[in-house]
């Protein structure tokens, strides 16, 4: 029988994709084979797995903590928002098709086949698999043909921990409301719950945990409070852009404007943990600020429809602007088609409109063709020859004058485009930043200095911190012996 226990929550967002990847990190530090698994994930926020294909980056960042290579079987069904209404749906890596949100409901049985063989997979060899959740199970309106909390862990056999977070109020309620609506046979399932993000005084809450057990009867595992190193790790979601605030003013400002379909915005990570960088996240209905010495324009899953929502937030005008006033542009990946002079979708492969007019900051041409790029990529910074790593995830096919002065060299193939006067760039390369030697001598042309930092160190550094502050205040024995692992 396979090892596994399941991390739900009472509402998105309450802290499961840190704690699965801290206890990942714990588990393997105890010596044991762990490996993550989330049946099915809603995010643009993407990651290329070692063995191919797409995967949420959330759980990319749990194999990290995991010290083993991400497969595509750690997360078989992938949901990325196009619309309003509507999703890609990637499958065991792959692109399935679309759907919306309706007809992803009809689907959801033939998935749960694939679901299943992914977990088999993972699970074959594995001393213990941490399973996370996606949404609540108290969802119950969706509880038919679910896969990705108590549909799973029913079929799977798998034991749950609930999560609460304490920060956003109501957590007794949400707790003691999840148990009262869960159907019996899902209710059994869950072994106990932890209450996460608490500020001050533990003790204060002990009223609180013998009012949910008399509700309940579930037993408390653990209160965790506010996980410091957290905020040095990847976000899995642009939920979590919501609750960036600015920060003080400093040497070099760098303005990304937030899209609607914004995708793997953690590419920008390693900027905001620079010291003498202020990173500003432009919010809809916010101006590009006028002092941002640099703007980057980031990834979409939808670039014809992100540019309409540009020019309607009047960030196209500000851009122009900025450039005016010799300010600096990069764009990566739909950011760079973005910048071009136009964007051609002739098969509707995004949804909706087939062409659109470019921001016509430099001299390229950009059309959509069917057959997604989907790669971990060798690269190097055609302007500086640094050796970069990083992923491609894109449609399209970018060819123009400017594609003369590439950005990058990836796998030996000239990448992106440099506008003549250099002030203009981008490129289809996804993690640039991340590469310690580049961002140093992107800072050094703004005259500033970059912090002794290394950043991949650091977020493996970071998760260590999270497993002994979790083996501190649950301890990981008491949390497998709550779920009835490991018995002899």
């Not at 797409?54 to 990290?64: C, D, P, V």
């Not at 600015?246 to 990304?256: D, N, P």
């Not at 851009?319 to 509707?348: F, K, N, T």
């Not at 409109?353 to 016509?360: C, N, S």
Request: hydrophobic share 40%.
């Amino acid at each position: 029988m396979t090892r596994a226990l399941m991390f739900q929550g009472t509402g998105s967002d309450v802290g499961k994709t840190v704690l699965v990847a801290g206890f990942c990190r714990l588990a393997a530090n105890k010596g044991l084979k762990v490996l993550p698994f989330k049946p099915q994930n809603m995010s643009n926020n993407a990651a290329v797995a070692d063995d191919g294909g797409e995967i949420g980056r959330a759980q990319w960042l749990q194999a990290l903590a995991c010290r083993v290579p991400a497969s595509v079987h750690m997360n078989p069904v992938l949901l990325k928002p196009q619309s309003e209404t509507g999703s890609q749906v990637v499958v065991q890596g792959k692109v399935f098709g679309q759907a919306r949100g309706r007809d992803y409901q009809a689907l959801k049985p033939k998935l749960m086949a694939a679901v299943m063989e992914s977990f088999a997979t993972v699970a074959h060899g594995a001393d213990l698999v941490l399973v996370e959740g996606a949404g609540s199970p108290a969802e119950i309106n969706l509880r038919a043909g679910d896969i990705a909390n108590m549909g799973f862990a029913t079929a799977a056999g798998v034991p749950v921990v609930l999560v609460a977070d304490i920060d956003r109020g109501g957590v007794i309620a949400s707790v003691v409301g999840t148990h009262r609506i869960l159907p019996d046979q899902d209710r059994a399932m869950i072994a106990g719950y932890l209450i996460n993000k608490f500020r001050g005084d533990v003790s204060l809450f002990d009223d609180g945990i013998s009012a949910i057990r008399d509700f309940t009867g579930w037993p408390c595992l653990g209160v965790i409070p506010w996980l410091k190193a957290a905020a040095r790790l990847p976000a899995e979601d642009s939920v979590a852009l919501e609750r960036l605030t600015r920060g003080e003013a400093r040497a070099l400002k760098i303005a990304v404007p937030v899209l609607s379909r914004i995708a793997n915005f953690d590419d920008f990570d390693p900027l905001r943990s620079e010291p003498e960088v202020e990173l500003v996240f432009v919010r809809p209905g916010e101006r590009l600020p006028d002092d941002a010495g640099l703007v980057i324009v980031p990834g979409s899953k939808s670039t014809i429809a992100d540019l309409a929502d540009f020019r309607l937030q009047g960030w196209d005008q500000d851009l122009q602007a900025h450039r005016r006033r010799g300010g600096r542009i990069i764009g990566i990946c739909g950011g760079y088609q973005m910048l071009g002079r136009s964007v051609s979708d002739p098969e509707r492969l995004e949804g909706g409109d087939t062409v659109a007019e470019g921001l016509g900051l430099l001299d390229i041409e950009t059309e959509m063709r069917p057959g997604k790029r989907v790669r971990n990529t060798q690269a190097r910074s055609a302007e500086h020859e640094i050796d970069l790593s990083g992923y491609e995830i894109h449609l399209g096919v970018s060819h123009g004058p400017d594609c003369a002065r590439p950005m990058t060299i990836l796998n030996g193939r000239p990448d992106g485009a440099i506008s003549p006067d250099g002030k203009v760039k981008g490129t289809y390369l996804h993690g640039l930043f991340g590469s310690d030697a580049y961002r140093a001598q992107l800072l050094r042309e703004f005259g500033v200095q970059a912090g002794m930092i290394n950043y991949r160190q650091d977020v493996d550094t970071a998760l260590d911190e999270i497993a002994s502050d979790l083996d501190r205040l649950v301890g990981f024995e008491q949390l497998v012996a709550a779920a009835g692992l490991f018995r002899r």
